[in-house]
């Protein structure tokens, strides 16, 4: 599954970054690696973008940037 497509309220855990190049950089400088669990705290209003807390701090991505994360559920966790 990727990022994207988490529901609001649950937690991830980062599997790939799935692309290259710049934008891979740009995520990776926002602190999304491989590992790193993901909470999906909210989503705007016309879906774009969605407030996540990574490593303990609140991040907002643009949704277009989050199908390129691939990740998996952290079982009954949050971060």
Do not use: W
Request: charged share 25%.
């Amino acid at each position: 599954m990727t990022l994207n497509e988490v529901p609001v309220g649950k937690s991830v855990q980062v599997e790939k970054i799935n692309c290259q190049g710049a934008l891979k950089r740009r995520i990776m400088d926002m602190g999304i690696t491989k590992g790193v669990k993901i909470y999906v705290r909210k989503i705007a209003p016309f879906g774009d973008p969605m407030e996540l807390t990574v490593r303990g701090y609140e991040l907002s991505i643009r949704k277009a940037d989050a199908a390129n994360i691939l990740v998996a559920d952290v079982a009954g966790s949050s971060c």
